[in-house]
């Protein structure tokens, strides 16, 4: 295929006309490795959040376990994540997530 577009270039070439090569016409071993590497690339762990500020960004009011109720002397939050998988990974990470140890890490009304 290549050798059919350089005598076509040639002849083109030879009537007077340039032609310049196309960058895109022919994609190279960097480009393709490039773009199959960002297709194969493992996603970021969902649970690993740096403190309670990144977390919330993410679960607004929290993740807690499924049963758990908010121990505090005010409203208590009802509207958290409710995953204990997901509590449990999180946790795993960072213990300093759920402070009072109410099962609802990082709480926020």
Do not use: Q, W
Not at 30 to 56: D, G, I, M
């Amino acid at each position: 295929m290549r050798g059919i577009a350089l005598v076509a270039a040639a002849g083109l070439v030879a009537a007077g006309l340039a032609v310049a090569p196309s960058a895109a016409a022919e994609p190279t071993a960097v480009t393709t490795s490039v773009r199959a590497a960002a297709v194969f690339e493992p996603a970021a762990a969902k649970y690993k959040f740096k403190n309670c500020t990144a977390l919330n960004k993410v679960y607004p009011h929290g993740v807690g376990k499924s049963g758990a109720k908010d121990k505090t002397s005010g409203t208590p939050v009802t509207n958290f994540r409710h995953s204990t998988s997901l509590y449990k990974k999180i946790i795993k990470y960072r213990k300093s997530h759920d402070r009072d140890k109410d099962g609802i890490a990082c709480e926020r009304a």
